[in-house]
């Protein structure tokens, strides 16, 4: 359960190693992001991300979202992606707006009971973002226990997680980046699954670090719920 300060270049560089290795063994990592600390397990393996789920005390029924390493990556993870989400991920990628659209068919995970849609954030933290650019997709949740306040820093996590995590990457506190806004509330959440059908419109279901009018500003009132 080692923790590395990813300001020291050699303890980044043994960190990344041994964080990519416990990825790759399906075991958890803590990362930071630029809203909260988060705990990231493989996409892709069911087994990690029932370690995950476990890891926070949460069930199938609350799936994590998906961390992706940019914007082309969308396209691989989605059935379809409606021109209103393509102009706020220009907008607010990489940053504090995770979506939910329907999942691509084809897709061979499971990360709970998702009835077929998936939540999709690319963080604007470098550390995030290159440890996602040599996994892959990750299940991240924050790094907390559920009903527990958010970690800003890796102290925090590990304080809740312990042992359950294999590697706690340190980038130091974090939830500074979107200044007025809530430091534990994490990501704003847009569901866009209904965009898909007449006269559907995206729902805003978690008030996070961007602004619900910021959304409306991009989108049009005519197009949000």
């Keep these: 359960m080692p923790t590395f300060d990813t300001a020291n270049p050699a303890e980044l560089l ?48 609350a799936p994590p979202p998906v961390l992706v390493p940019g914007i082309p990556t969308l396209d691989a993870l989605a059935e379809s992606v409606p021109d209103e989400v393509r102009a706020l991920v220009a907008e607010f990628w990489p940053g504090g707006l995770t979506i939910i659209l329907r999942a691509s068919p084809t897709l061979d995970w499971d990360l709970g009971d998702t009835r077929g849609t998936v939540a999709l954030r690319m963080p604007s933290d470098t550390i995030a973002l290159e440890l996602l650019a040599e996994t892959g997709p990750l299940a991240v949740s924050s790094a907390n226990r559920t009903g527990e306040p958010a970690a800003l820093t890796a102290a925090e996590a590990e304080a809740m997680l312990g042992e359950s995590v294999e590697v ?31 006269n559907g419109k995206l729902r805003i279901v978690r008030h996070g670090v961007i602004p619900d009018a910021e959304i409306v500003r991009v989108v049009g009132a005519d197009r949000c719920a």
């Design 168 to 198: 706690y990457l340190d980038g130091g506190p974090v939830g500074a980046a979107y200044p007025g806004a809530d430091e534990r509330s994490g990501s704003t959440i847009v569901d866009a699954t209904g965009l898909g059908s007449p």
């Design 14 to 61: 043994s960190g990344m190693r041994l964080a990519r290795a416990a990825i790759g063994r399906g075991e958890l990592v803590v990362i930071p992001t630029d809203t909260v600390y988060g705990v990231a397990a493989d996409a892709f393996s069911p087994a990690a991300v029932q370690r995950l789920l476990d890891a926070k005390g949460r069930d199938r029924t």
